[in-house]
């Protein structure tokens, strides 16, 4: 079956500007996180939603928003971007939580400008 | 609050040496406990969980790690390591029913 999708790859976006993220989980799959990876700060959860619904949220600005749809897909946005935005944006799914382990998408590189 | 320390944030072995990757949790009951890898420009892939069901878990790849309570560790092993294996380890925990992970164990594999 079709693994966790993430688009685009790769983003170059200038300071000010927003950003959206999208993500296909697993089919089935009613959990999706989000994950913000730098080489300072490592990996760190931003948020996850549950059958559209945000379950748990991250210690992030307001400027980092999302939602799920009914088919589960999801997507990140990043409003007024800053220089130090720049990471590699994970999606990861699974069918009810983190407890079960989740599956990773490739990520999407954002650059700010 | 749970948490995963991982030491060592660089090792290295030669190929077909024992590959070790150290892992401590904090945690006041039973945690859930994940390996995963992450190659270059790629997302995390799972390698192995703890869900308290045996202290020994096997994993893919030829991984495994075991739970020690005593030590609140869960340390990532491979009796041999191979070229392949050159990647970063993270180890994670879940807290609140989110997937917290620690800093991450870049190896090195040396031919």
């Known amino acids: 079956k079709a693994g966790v999708t993430q688009t685009p790859r790769y983003l170059i976006k200038t300071r000010g500007q927003q950003v959206t993220l999208s993500c296909s989980p697993i089919s089935g799959h009613r959990s999706v996180s989000w994950y913000q990876q730098t080489p300072g700060q490592g990996l760190q959860f931003l948020f996850e939603?549950?059958?559209?619904?945000?379950?748990n949220k991250g210690n992030f600005p307001g400027r980092f928003s999302g939602r799920q749809f009914s088919n589960s897909r999801s997507e990140m946005n990043v409003s007024t971007l800053e220089l130090g935005d720049s990471a590699l944006y994970l999606c990861?799914?699974?069918?009810?939580?983190?407890?079960?382990?989740?599956?990773f998408g490739s990520g999407t590189r954002l650059t700010v400008v | 609050a749970q948490s995963v320390t991982q030491l060592g944030s660089h090792v290295s072995v030669s190929e077909g040496a024992l590959v070790l990757l150290r892992c401590n949790y904090s945690s006041s009951v039973p945690p859930y406990l994940f390996w995963y890898v992450q190659y270059p420009n790629q997302g995390l892939q799972l390698l192995l969980k703890?869900?308290?069901?045996?202290?020994l878990v096997k994993g893919i790849n030829g991984f495994e790690a075991e739970f020690k309570k005593s030590e609140t560790s869960f340390h990532l092993t491979k009796p041999s390591a191979h070229m392949s294996d050159a990647a970063e380890y993270f180890c994670a925990v879940i807290v609140n029913n989110d997937m917290r992970f620690g800093a991450g164990t870049r190896l090195t594999v040396k031919p």
């Open positions: 990861a799914s699974s069918y009810q939580g983190a407890v079960e382990g989740y599956t």
């Open positions: 939603y549950f059958s559209e619904t945000q379950r």
């Open positions: 703890y869900t308290s069901a045996a202290t």
